[in-house]
Nanobody
């Protein structure tokens, strides 16, 4: 299974981007997929997740109301719409997936995911 992330770029504060992550390879039936990010000099942190069975979502507090995660079952693709971007959103964004049916409380846990994409860079600067 390979996860291919795309859609990153450079935008001004207040701008928008849409990240995509497509799962390919052998048959992959996601239990959940998520986005994490890592800013320069910082650890990787949870951004958003979506449970495949019921589209239940989870977000880190600082992106609620600005970011939206969604999925396309037929394409095995997860999206992250980033609106009202701030300089502190600058980071390498990674998508992650698991075949496990996670309980809601585990959606934010990095250790819950065993498939990872290569990352796509988001830079927010004026």
């Amino acid at each position: 299974v390979q996860l291919q992330a795309s859609g990153g770029g450079s935008v001004q504060p207040g701008g928008s981007l849409r990240l995509s992550c497509e799962a390919s390879g052998r048959t992959f039936n996601p239990g959940a997929m998520a986005w994490f990010r890592q800013a320069p000099g910082k650890g990787r942190e949870f951004v958003a997740a979506i449970r495949w069975s019921d589209a239940n979502t989870a977000y880190r507090d600082s992106v609620k109301g600005r970011f939206t995660i969604s999925r396309d079952n037929a394409k095995n693709t997860v999206y992250l719409q980033l609106n009202s971007l701030k300089p502190e959103d600058t980071a390498l964004y990674y998508c992650a997936g698991t075949v496990l049916r996670l309980i809601y409380g585990n959606l934010r846990d990095r250790a819950s995911y065993n498939y990872w994409g290569q990352g796509t860079l988001v830079t927010v600067s004026s």
